[in-house]
């Protein structure tokens, strides 16, 4: 593939208009929680997009990505600003076995499951808590004077369980929810304090369109942890990002892998999500979430990617428009892959999904 088969401009206020329901769009929008920088970097060398821009500049990756997103056909982007490093956490690698040589990285990292770095008391004492006056904002500062018109941006927030299960260790928050309860409110007291606060900081910018939580809460047959330790712990500071995007009139979306069937009432009713992404065919089809809660929250994404990766284009190209036939009226839907741009995804899957949406006709 040498270029898109048909032109579009970004419209931000349109896909809102998708995003809470209100009417059919003219035509499909894409989303996605992020891009591999592999794959950012294999599309910006096939079709010369960076050659403009200076690489030494400070802002090279805002303007690259702005750039990027455009020519893809997305109305928004994410603004990495707070990486999850924002909580130095432990972690193990290894080589990444990526079948495809110009989209490999030279390792990939996962998350150290069994202990992470607060272990005790002394070390919740000792850990470098991080604070909303060390971000740094000069790129969203930048977006509010010279975003390209028609398009919007985001970053990611509320990792709530995330950096809870990242800095106890997933095996270690599992024993002390029952041995060392206080230690574990204390750590969610500081990470949601600081998300809280992030999305307050992040919902005053004009140019950000969403509010985007993104908290791993399940896996493939059910939740993390049990679903009252959820509702008691964890939801409810989601429901307190919701109601700052609320206050400003822009909608909360949470990415969240796993099943979560016992939870989605509550996440549609008490934390007020406006939008829920991360599908994954063996958990829960993005076409089947449509008929089960499409009428209550959008949905985002959903071709999922294990299907991406193995099939042929002309089957990628079937399997888009048949999700926009049974997904796209009323709005409620962005087209989008299952969970995110990975590196490993085929990059001719991945551009004739963005071409097919494209060209369906609504």
């Given at each position: 593939?040498?270029?898109?088969?048909?032109?579009?401009?970004?419209?931000?206020?349109?896909?809102?208009?998708?995003?809470?329901?209100?009417?059919?769009?003219?035509?499909?929008?894409?989303?996605?929680?992020?891009?591999?920088?592999?794959?950012?970097?294999?599309?910006?060398?096939?079709?010369?997009?960076?050659?403009?821009?200076?690489?030494?500049?400070?802002?090279?990756?805002?303007?690259?990505?702005?750039?990027?997103?455009?020519?893809?056909?997305?109305?928004?982007?994410?603004?990495?600003?707070?990486?999850?490093?924002?909580?130095?956490?432990?972690?193990?690698?290894?080589?990444?076995?990526?079948?495809?040589?110009?989209?490999?990285?030279?390792?990939?990292?996962?998350?150290?499951?069994?202990?992470?770095?607060?272990?005790?008391?002394?070390?919740?004492?000792?850990?470098?808590?991080?604070?909303?006056?060390?971000?740094?904002?000069?790129?969203?500062?930048?977006?509010?004077?010279?975003?390209?018109?028609?398009?919007?941006?985001?970053?990611?927030?509320?990792?709530?369980?995330?950096?809870?299960?990242?800095?106890?260790?997933?095996?270690?928050?599992?024993?002390?929810?029952?041995?060392?309860?206080?230690?574990?409110?204390?750590?969610?007291?500081?990470?949601?304090?600081?998300?809280?606060?992030?999305?307050?900081?992040?919902?005053?910018?004009?140019?950000?369109?969403?509010?985007?939580?993104?908290?791993?809460?399940?896996?493939?047959?059910?939740?993390?942890?049990?679903?009252?330790?959820?509702?008691?712990?964890?939801?409810?500071?989601?429901?307190?990002?919701?109601?700052?995007?609320?206050?400003?009139?822009?909608?909360?979306?949470?990415?969240?892998?796993?099943?979560?069937?016992?939870?989605?009432?509550?996440?549609?009713?008490?934390?007020?999500?406006?939008?829920?992404?991360?599908?994954?065919?063996?958990?829960?089809?993005?076409?089947?979430?449509?008929?089960?809660?499409?009428?209550?929250i959008s949905l985002l994404g959903g071709i999922d990617m294990d299907f991406l990766c193995r099939s042929k284009e002309?089957?990628?190209?079937?399997?888009?428009?048949?999700?926009?036939?049974?997904?796209?009226?009323?709005?409620?839907?962005?087209?989008?892959?299952?969970?995110?741009?990975?590196?490993?995804?085929?990059l001719e899957n991945y551009l004739a999904m963005l071409d097919e949406g494209r060209r369906y006709q609504i």
């Amino acid at each position: 593939m040498k270029a898109f088969s048909k032109t579009i401009e970004p419209d931000v206020g349109e896909m809102l208009d998708v995003l809470f329901r209100r009417k059919t769009p003219r035509r499909v929008h894409h989303v996605e929680l992020f891009l591999d920088t592999e794959i950012k970097e294999a599309v910006c060398a096939r079709f010369e997009l960076a050659l403009p821009l200076n690489t030494s500049d400070p802002l090279f990756e805002t303007k690259r990505d702005m750039l990027l997103h455009s020519f893809l056909g997305y109305d928004m982007f994410r603004v990495g600003i707070a990486r999850k490093t924002v909580f130095p956490t432990a972690s193990i690698s290894a080589p990444d076995t990526t079948a495809l040589p110009g989209q490999r990285r030279a390792v990939r990292a996962w998350q150290e499951e069994h202990a992470g770095p607060i272990q005790s008391w002394k070390d919740f004492d000792a850990y470098p808590w991080p604070s909303i006056a060390e971000i740094d904002f000069s790129s969203l500062e930048w977006l509010e004077r010279n975003m390209r018109p028609g398009m919007g941006c985001y970053e990611l927030t509320a990792h709530i369980f995330e950096i809870l299960s990242f800095l106890l260790g997933y095996e270690t928050l599992c024993y002390f929810v029952t041995d060392q309860p206080a230690l574990v409110d204390a750590i969610l007291e500081k990470v949601g304090t600081f998300y809280v606060d992030f999305t307050r900081a992040l919902a005053d910018f004009s140019r950000v369109a969403v509010i985007w939580g993104s908290d791993d809460l399940g896996f493939r047959s059910g939740t993390m942890m049990s679903p009252d330790f959820l509702r008691r712990k964890i939801l409810p500071w989601h429901a307190r990002c919701a109601e700052i995007a609320r206050s400003k009139g822009k909608p909360y979306l949470l990415h969240s892998c796993g099943r979560l069937d016992e939870i989605m009432e509550d996440l549609i009713v008490d934390v007020g999500i406006d939008g829920k992404h991360s599908f994954e065919d063996a958990i829960l089809t993005v076409t089947e979430a449509k008929r089960r809660y499409g009428a209550r929250i959008s949905l985002l994404g959903g071709i999922d990617m294990d299907f991406l990766c193995r099939s042929k284009e002309v089957h990628v190209r079937q399997r888009v428009r048949d999700t926009l036939d049974a997904c796209l009226k009323g709005g409620g839907y962005c087209l989008g892959t299952g969970n995110t741009v990975a590196n490993y995804l085929p990059l001719e899957n991945y551009l004739a999904m963005l071409d097919e949406g494209r060209r369906y006709q609504i």
